[in-house]
């Protein structure tokens, strides 16, 4: 059935008038958005707290005053510049560690590591995840009991341990580190976007969808995912968070990035050591690690709280 | 007239674990060009399933069986998924009771209009989005194209149900399938969109089935109408056969518990029906009124045929003859 063209360009006409006459008077929706924005105090301070980090990460080379791999025995040791002793110096504003290399420069490249861990695992953890739970909740029976063994069989296998056992097998690298927690925190993925998939499944739209035509691919990706994107979103940055954690636990226990390699998590490890004397050489990269965990959530809920469909009026 | 839609001996069974549940048995109608069918029947009795099947969109474990089931004469009970969605939202649209949740929150009004027509249509944005604004003006929202960049929630419920009239209307269908799509609205409101939907229908000269349970709306729109009870069509007929002379005790009941605006003593009681809707699990036999009717003879219990009442097109399924109902009839309303 052809359309009719000669009405539709006088709709067209006419809805020019109409714009003249009476335009609905309101914000844009980039403008409220905007509005949200800048009214969430714990988006702001979280996204702010994460830019800088990721900033400093990205230059690293150039910010950092000394090679972070670089040892000196003779000036290990060295407490940051707020500690009151004689040895404090600007050359090394945070001092040194163990091996006298300069703990400002070995936390720059630390963040790096943290990042790249961090946004990696929580890539390949989320398109595993996502996949599974959006796959058990629309299609519900069969594939939901599927999905639902797979969810108990990764939730009955303990990270640390299975890390471990990787590690003796295989030998460790940051990839592997990357690989082994994105293969394994994809659990909350699928629990969160099964149920909310469910709850979506079954509302009006997605079966006023249907009754449009649209295909079953397209209800998923057009109908259903923009819709449990938020939550997805909040789930995304808790695992991005978990998995520098994970990473700080695996480095300390040794199974994680290896030395020389600055971690902070392996800073944390190398610190214990000196804890009772020189408890900065743990104190600073455990701040570091509390400073963008904390940035990550804080933005997590500032974006749910911001993009949820509910909350754009 | 030609038939649009036509559907023999349709029948829903969903297997439970009590047994299996028989909430649509049965059922024929047509409707032609042009002609807007009702069909009316209380919470249950298996309205909603009946559109759905048509459309193909029952739940996953609901088995549709029928006889026939043509759209424009095309069979459409073995059409496969492809075919079906091809048909849907092209050939005949639906819309539904909640317009609070029949659009995607997630994006903007124009947004889902034109994604309607360029689901099934070659055209370029730009004449998707000129239909959806001169649609918009049809189904009476001001300010049309101002109204495409806004979201769902920034509209009443009134509009949204108009949005969505607009949106099956995208690509011209020749069929409209409407479940109770004034039930979620005030009632001032009802009667506009109820308005707008039968100018459409004669306009566009579309078929429309329009699902109910308020029957002062049946009277106003309807050229034919089903009445459904427990799954089963108890009487059919054209509206003003169905109003002015209703024959089965059903039928004859529904219309007792309207009040009429004049007619209704102030203080007076209104009909009722007493009893329960049978369960429908496991093989039923007999009239299902039966056990409410106040009729109910023995032979109830064997299977009820339909019976013409005076006119061909008007049928009923019970046992009494065309005279001894309209002697039950105690009050007529006017339609």
Redesign the interface.
Known sequence: ?A???D??????V???V??N????L?P??AALLRRRVFGHAGLLIGSGVLVFIVMVALTAPWLAPHDPLDQDLARKLIPPIWHDSAKATWTHPLGTDGFGRDYLSRLIYGARISLLIGVAAMVISGIIGTTLGVAAGYF??RVDMAVNFIITSRLSLPVVLVALAVVSLVGNSLWIVICVLGLLIWDRFAVVMRSSTQQVRN???V?????????KARIIVA?IL??V?NNLIVVATLEMAHAILLEAALSFLGLGVQPPQPSWGLMVAEGKGYMFFDPWLVGIPGMALFALVLAINLMGDGVRDVTA??R?? | MSDILEVANLAVDIPLAAGMLHPVQGVSFSIGRGETLCLVGESGCGKSLTALAI?D?LP?TAIRTAESLTLNGEDILNAGERR???????AM??I???PM????????IGNQLE??LL???R?SHR?AR??A???L??VGI??????L???P??LSGGLRQRV?IA??LM??PDLIIADEPTTALDVTIQAQILLLLAELQKEFHMGLLLITHDLGVVARVADRVVVMYAGQIVETGTATQVFAVPRHPYTQGLLECIPIPGKTRRGANLGAIPGMVPSLIGELRGCRFRERCAYAMPACAADVAFRAAEARDHVYRCLLTPAECAGNARRKVPA
């Open positions: 059935m359309l009719p063209r009405t539709a360009a006088e709709g067209f006419a809805s020019r109409a714009l006459v009476g335009e609905i309101e844009t929706p519900g029976g509302l009006d739209y079966a006023a969808a249907q009754a449009l035509g649209c295909s109908e923009p819709n994107a469909p509910e754009r009026n | 459309m969109l996953r079906m969605s091809d048909l849907r939202g092209n649209g639906m539904f009771q909640e949740t029949s659009l995607n929150p997630s994006y903007t994604e309607a689901r099934h249509r055209v004449e000129d239909r604004v001169m649609l003006e049809k001001t300010a049309a194209a101002s109204r960049r806004q979201y929630h920034q969505m949106m099956t690509c011209g």
